[in-house]
């Protein structure tokens, strides 16, 4: 019933900025953290930013000072604005939500299908 869909990757130059979206579909209880990851190619999935119930903030020490995470509508949305960004960068990007749907149930992940986001030279 929950979806998360992510957009905004696209192509684009170094040093050049892009902004991420993910939107929360469907009814949840609570959302606390909520996160974006990559993967480039031959590489495994890490954590670049995330952003917690009570707001506090945690970046990858390789995108520090470049991408900034925020939510909004009821943190039924959350954002990733990249700046400067670098060839490095490329991949692919997931929405990750740890969400409690009802009281029936525990907190649990949810991901979406990620978006790909490719910085030339």
């Known amino acids: 019933q929950v979806q998360l869909v992510e957009s905004g990757g696209d192509l684009v130059q170094a040093g050049g900025s892009l902004r991420l979206s993910c939107a929360a579909s469907g009814t949840f209880l609570i959302m606390n953290t909520m996160g974006w990851y990559r993967q480039a190619p031959g590489k495994q999935r890490e954590l670049v930013a995330s952003?917690?119930?009570?707001?506090?903030?945690n970046y990858a020490d390789s995108v520090k000072d470049r991408f900034t995470i925020s939510t909004d509508n009821g943190r039924r949305t959350v954002y990733l604005e990249m700046n400067s960004l670098k060839p490095e960068d490329t991949g692919v990007y997931y929405c990750?939500?740890?969400?409690?749907?009802?009281?029936?149930?525990?907190?649990?992940?949810?991901w979406g299908q990620g978006t790909r986001v490719t910085v030339s030279p």
């Open positions: 990750n939500a740890r969400m409690r749907l009802n009281l029936s149930q525990r907190t649990s992940d949810f």
């Open positions: 952003i917690s119930y009570g707001g506090s903030t």
